[in-house]
């Protein structure tokens, strides 16, 4: 099964200032979405020459009040995977639960023993939806 790396992403609660920090570092903005349904926003920035290998700062416009004291800034890894059943089924034979099944053939959400959030997205299109992932409901939180 291969497997390709995404992001990490973060929660920050001042977006521009982030920005400002990862630009220091040498980040430069690679990509931008607003979510107006979801009410925030998403940018990507990574090292020159190195795009493919990107922070996601998440800034929720409506505040966060926790950040930066509720340990949470961490979001999740994530990793586009071949066959994201596949995958899920294999996490899962080897004890793994799946906090957030694949219903929709797109994403998964699971944890590392160290209670590390990691999202799994299908390569390319959404597969079809699939039992027993369509009608799973959600384990913990993700």
């Given at each position: ?40 926003t ?20 409506d505040?966060?009040e ?77």
């Open positions: 099964m291969r497997i390709r790396y995404l992001h990490t992403m973060v929660r920050v609660k001042d977006l521009e200032e982030s920005m400002k920090f990862y630009a220091l570092l040498g980040l430069k903005e690679t990509r931008r979405t607003d979510v107006e349904a979801g009410r925030f998403l940018v990507f920035m990574a090292p020159e020459g190195q795009e493919e290998c990107p922070v996601e700062l998440t800034w929720n416009w505040g966060d926790g950040l930066p004291s509720d340990s949470r800034h961490f979001g999740h890894l994530a990793y586009a995977v071949e066959d994201i059943y596949a995958m899920c089924a294999h996490l899962a034979a080897n004890g793994v639960t799946i906090n957030r099944p694949p219903r929709d053939g797109r994403m998964a959400f699971v944890r590392s023993p160290d209670n590390i959030s990691v999202e799994l997205l299908q390569e390319g299109a959404p597969l079809p939806p699939q039992e027993p992932w369509a009608s799973m409901e959600n384990t913990g939180h993700w």
